[in-house]
């Protein structure tokens, strides 16, 4: 069995990012720099092929997505999974949290204005963001940081690749309506459209 087709075997089949690591677990012959030999060779087969997908790196592993330009078609079918929107707060409070980590509820609300323990709790039901630790002060308040949920929902690589922080809030608006489809049993989000988000004040929700 070829090296790409055990690799595009799991990528296909799974609904999250695989690692290097994780897919050279795929066959006891294959270590990691011949898992990224072949990731590249895919990649090159689908540019050239013009394939309705494309091999992305993300939150710090590799998937198989629907090629961001092609979401307007996919959105017209009902059976096509999607990621649920966000709503502009919940947006504002992902970009505080993700430049500020760890950080509590009472620093979020000062920087945004308003209250936000629902946007922190839908954000928390949805896995975006997590409880890292507690904090110093008065009662030892809750911390927030970002998830690995985070980078696949927004297509990120790592932490590393945020933009700046003014243009953050438009970049996470654009990917949270642009989403790709996983190749496999759930969605993904696609790695095309960039905008920004910013902290301006909004109502909670």
Do not use: C, W
């Amino acid at each position: 069995m070829k090296t790409t087709q055990i690799v595009e075997a799991l990528l296909f089949a799974s609904d999250a990012p695989l690692t290097a690591a994780d897919l050279a677990r795929g066959d006891e012959g294959l270590d990691e720099e011949q898992v990224e030999a072949a990731i590249e060779e895919l990649r090159s087969d689908y540019e050239a092929t013009e394939r309705a997908f494309q091999l992305y790196e993300i939150a710090g592993g590799y998937q198989i997505l629907t090629r961001p330009e092609l979401a307007p078609y996919l959105e017209r079918f009902d059976t096509v999974p999607q990621n649920p929107r966000l709503s502009v707060p919940a947006l504002e409070v992902l970009a505080v949290i993700a430049y500020r980590q760890p950080i509590g509820r009472a620093e979020v609300e000062e920087i945004r204005g308003v209250g936000s323990s629902g946007v922190l709790r839908t954000l928390l039901d949805r896995g975006l963001v997590e409880v890292v630790g507690r904090g110093e002060g008065l009662g030892r308040p809750l911390l927030y940081g970002t998830t690995r949920r985070f980078l696949e929902h927004f297509g990120f690589r790592s932490l590393d690749d945020l933009p700046r922080p003014e243009d953050l809030p438009i970049v996470l608006r654009s990917r949270s309506t642009s989403t790709g489809t996983s190749t496999g049993t759930s969605t993904g989000t696609s790695t095309g459209t960039e905008t920004s988000m910013s902290t301006e004040t909004s109502t909670d929700g």
